[in-house]
């Protein structure tokens, strides 16, 4: 899928901060958190379309995956269609029918994000 990030101003800062600590695995147990919060929306359908008989396999809800590194995760879908569906590639009858790209999903959850992370943030540098 399309390349949709948020990127959170001051990490690499944060970064520098958290390479002379002992154990940042808060932040990243923190990332990993706002990660699974994307993938979740991410999976979430539109209601079906009136009169529409296609029926739904939820192949595409079960692909979204998260991979964790150390100070960063990426939520992905490896479907073929993905990119049609809830990608930049989005076809019109999606968007007419109310598929979320990922862009509208990340800045839809920006917020939320930033607040997840912020917290694990803040718990390991009080500890």
Do not use: C
């Amino acid at each position: 899928m399309a390349d949709s990030r948020i990127d959170i101003k001051g990490l690499d800062k944060l970064r520098l901060k958290l390479a002379f600590m002992k154990d940042p695995k808060g932040v990243t147990h923190g990332i990993k958190d706002a990660a699974l919060h994307l993938q979740k929306e991410a999976k979430v359908y539109p209601p079906k379309p009136a009169h529409s008989t296609y029926r739904r396999t939820l192949n595409l809800g079960k692909r979204w995956a998260v991979n964790v590194r150390r100070l960063g995760a990426t939520v992905s879908n490896n479907t073929s269609y993905g990119p049609f569906v809830q990608g930049d590639e989005q076809t019109w009858f999606h968007a007419e029918t109310g598929w979320k790209t990922t862009g509208e999903i990340a800045e839809d959850e920006t917020e939320e994000v930033v607040k997840i992370i912020k917290r694990a943030v803040d718990r390991v540098l009080n500890q």
